[in-house]
């Protein structure tokens, strides 16, 4: 079975999914407009972060700062059909918690069903980003992302576009997100505004911030946290034949992420030699990379680099999620490009004249693949999964 043929059943399989997951949304807001909540502060001061221990506070921009009251209103929205078109999708329909925040699909799609060419992110950690989507180097924060999926139409995904009107008046008629919109923006003679919505989204999103996994802990000095297996697949990962860390460094384990914003930052994107069509390097001409966004031909094929945090929750993997598992993704860099036998994508990605000069053929041995594939899954904090700061707040508790 090809790769392209593979794809399309998962997608199908997948859609049924998230149709249900967005019909359990609908329901799960319908009836919940008329709730109001206890008073939660709006005052900014009232607002401490839950970070892992030794990580600093992201950058917060100075016109958003961050509140109590800031944070719900975003989980209230994040959560909620309102903010598409046609009511049937939600912020969380493509970034699912039990997925980390991706959704476990090879590509997304919008809320109209049209398919989206890349794969879901995971939003963990996203506060430290430096850059936004797979192939965006000018977004220069969490705010303006939002406006891509609520108002982008290449593909829909919320499909707002042209409703921007009408979701105000969908959000001041529920009596709760008039109380939160006040709390949230009180300088604001009308506080409940496209701007608003995207500043309280960025605000909620921030707080996902996970830093727990066993390798966290066992760095923290956990006996036993980790097997020796990760251990030694630690040492394969960072050791100067492999190269791995020169793209997946420092805590968050990506070079589109950082601490330290005063350090000059490795490129963000890379071209890994997923696919070499032709012989020439190209990448499927619906989804080439950078190069759709510079028009420079060096940018053929590059995305931005993931964190590899979470691996075991936000499969699949790649920018278009054509690789199932991450002993699949250890094989990969191990041949040093992948190979498309046949198809219309046929092409040996080891052999790409555009391919990032670091991904080179490996001789692993059986033990070292799964070593670094043990490692890999140790960076997963599956307490992301069911911390309820980040879960649905109208689904009813349980």
């Known amino acids: 079975m090809s790769d392209v043929t593979t794809r399309a059943i998962h997608g199908r399989v997948r859609l049924a999914v998230a149709t249900t997951a967005a019909a359990v949304l609908a ?16 005052d900014p001061t009232a607002f401490q972060w839950n970070l892992p221990p030794g990580w600093p506070p ?16 975003g ?12 009511g049937a999708f939600a912020c969380s329909s493509c970034h699912r918690q039990e997925f980390g925040f991706a959704d476990a699909r090879n590509i ?34 969490l705010e303006q992302q939002a406006l891509v ?19 105000v008046s969908r959000l001041r008629a529920v009596a709760l997100y008039r109380q939160l919109f ?29 830093g727990n996994s066993p390798w966290d802990r066992y760095t923290r000095g956990e006996t036993g946290a980790v097997s020796a297996a990760a251990i030694r697949g630690a040492a394969l ?22 601490f330290d ?28 990379g950078l190069i759709g966004r510079t028009g420079r031909a060096e940018d053929m094929g590059r995305f931005r680099i993931p964190s590899l945090r979470n691996l075991a929750f936000t499969f699949p993997y790649m920018h278009d999620g054509s690789i199932g598992s991450l002993e699949d993704v250890v094989e990969h860099y191990a041949r040093g490009g992948r190979l498309v036998a046949s198809g219309p994508l046929a092409g040996d990605g080891a052999l790409s004249p555009r391919k990032d000069p670091r991904i080179v053929p490996h001789a692993l041995t059986a033990r070292d693949k799964g070593d670094l594939v043990a490692f890999l899954r140790a960076l997963s904090d599956s307490s992301l999964l069911t911390d309820r700061r980040f879960s649905n707040p109208w689904a009813p508790p349980p």
């Open 58 to 73: 992201p950058p917060i921009p100075p016109d958003n700062p961050m509140s109590p009251a800031k944070v719900e209103l």
């Open 182 to 210: 006040a709390a949230s923006f009180p300088s604001d003679a009308e506080p409940v505004s496209v701007a608003n919505v995207t500043k309280a989204l960025a605000a909620f999103q921030r707080t996902i911030i996970t």
């Open 261 to 288: 914003l005063d350090a000059p930052p490795p490129s963000p994107f890379a071209n890994n030699g997923l696919y070499n069509i032709g012989g020439d390097g190209s990448y499927p001409p619906d989804n080439p």
């Open 75 to 86: 989980r209230r929205l994040f959560y909620d059909t309102r903010l598409s078109g046609n």
């Open 149 to 167: 999926p609520m108002f982008g139409d290449r593909p829909v995904e919320l499909g707002l576009k042209g409703l921007e009107g009408e979701l």
């Open 27 to 42: 329901s799960a807001c319908a009836g919940e407009g008329h709730q109001v909540v206890a008073p939660i502060s709006g």
């Open 108 to 141: 997304s799609l919008g809320s109209t069903g049209e398919p989206h060419p890349r794969n879901s992110i995971g939003l963990a950690n996203s506060a430290y980003a430096r850059v936004f989507n797979w192939v965006d180097p000018v977004t220069p924060a």
């Open 237 to 258: 990962f960072r050791s100067p034949a492999l190269k791995c860390a020169e793209c997946h460094g420092g805590t968050l384990l990506s070079a589109a992420t950082s």
